[in-house]
């Protein structure tokens, strides 16, 4: 239970990282409002047309007396709807790391810079980054896919498709939008997926404190865009910590560190 509270402690000190460092929090959001316009329209026609959605794959329905026809496709509507909620979150932030990765590369560099010791990089050209960034989505975004189907089927299950399985659900989206966070740090530390899912699985609890709750705010659209740059500003301090867990914890911001003033010029605006 202790690291669930670590891993929430984590979100916290991201969010009073970027909150210190105002420059780099308008920075971090620029991805995210971007990637919110595109995502609140699909769930508005979600919205609009899950229920012809659920009449026309229920023909079989279409004699039933009330209120058996109702309850079936209302309760198969919201589940559909509750399906696409769950993949937004997910896909969310895998699309916004996506287009945002010039800028949260740098992000999270300037966090290594701040918290001390060595600032890794990649050393890879932008497009070879993109490219291995969205390789990665794609693979965790089908691991998702498939916990999902399962998840939705099981949906259906009396009383247990009500309570437990959502529970479940958040933890299964937490961890895997903790993962594709903590994955901009992990990749600069030439970490590829296979050796980051082992790391992360060794610290479960840790990883499920940090993400469960994030999730639970990002099923408000707004709240995830004004939130994703402390995220991974979080992210960035977990995986510092997770890769070198007996590391010393670096200066705060001081005289000689950067600040929302001082900051460099992120690289992401460089030519």
């Known amino acids: 239970m202790s690291d669930l509270g670590a891993g929430f402690g984590y979100l916290m000190k991201g969010q009073r990282w970027v909150a210190q460092h105002g420059r780099w929090f308008g920075f971090g959001l620029l991805p995210g409002l971007v990637t919110l316009v595109v995502y609140a329209g699909a769930l508005i026609g979600l919205g609009y047309g899950a229920d012809d959605f659920v009449g026309w794959a229920t023909p079989f329905a279409d004699d039933w007396s009330s209120p058996w026809q109702g309850l079936l496709r209302t309760g198969l509507t919201a589940l559909v709807f509750v399906f696409g909620l769950f993949l937004a979150v997910i896909t969310f932030t895998a699309v916004t790391l996506l287009v945002g990765q010039p800028f949260y590369e740098s992000l999270s560099e300037e966090v290594d810079r701040s918290e001390g010791g060595d600032v890794p990089e990649s050393g890879l050209p932008l497009w070879r980054e993109?490219?291995?960034?969205?390789?990665?989505?794609?693979?965790?975004?089908?691991?998702?896919?498939?916990?999902?189907?399962?998840?939705?089927?099981?949906?259906?299950?009396?009383?247990?498709?009500?309570?437990v399985v959502p529970a479940i659900g958040f933890c299964v989206s937490g961890y895997f939008l903790a993962e594709?966070?903590?994955?901009?740090?992990?990749?600069?530390?030439?970490?590829?997926?296979?050796?980051?899912?082992?790391?992360?699985?060794?610290?479960?609890?840790?990883?499920?404190?940090?993400?469960?709750?994030?999730?639970?705010?990002?099923?408000?659209?707004?709240?995830?865009?004004?939130?994703?740059?402390?995220?991974?500003?979080?992210?960035?301090?977990?995986?510092?910590?997770?890769?070198?867990?007996?590391?010393?914890?670096?200066?705060g911001p001081g005289p000689g560190t950067a600040d929302s003033g001082d900051a460099p010029a992120p690289r992401a605006w460089s030519a």
Do not use: H, N
């Not at 498939?146 to 998840?151: K, M």
């Not at 600069?188 to 082992?198: E, P």
């Not at 990002?218 to 979080?234: E, I, K, S, Y």
């Open 130 to 163: 993109l490219w291995i960034s969205a390789r990665d989505s794609v693979r965790i975004l089908l691991r998702v896919a498939l916990y999902g189907i399962i998840l939705f089927a099981c949906g259906f299950i009396p009383v247990i498709g009500q309570t």
């Open 180 to 251: 594709e966070l903590t994955a901009v740090a992990l990749q600069r530390r030439g970490m590829i997926l296979k050796d980051r899912l082992v790391l992360l699985r060794g610290r479960r609890m840790l990883v499920l404190g940090f993400g469960v709750p994030l999730t639970l705010a990002f099923l408000v659209p707004v709240v995830a865009v004004f939130l994703m740059p402390g995220a991974v500003a979080g992210a960035t301090l977990l995986a510092r910590d997770l890769v070198d867990p007996d590391a010393a914890p670096g200066p």
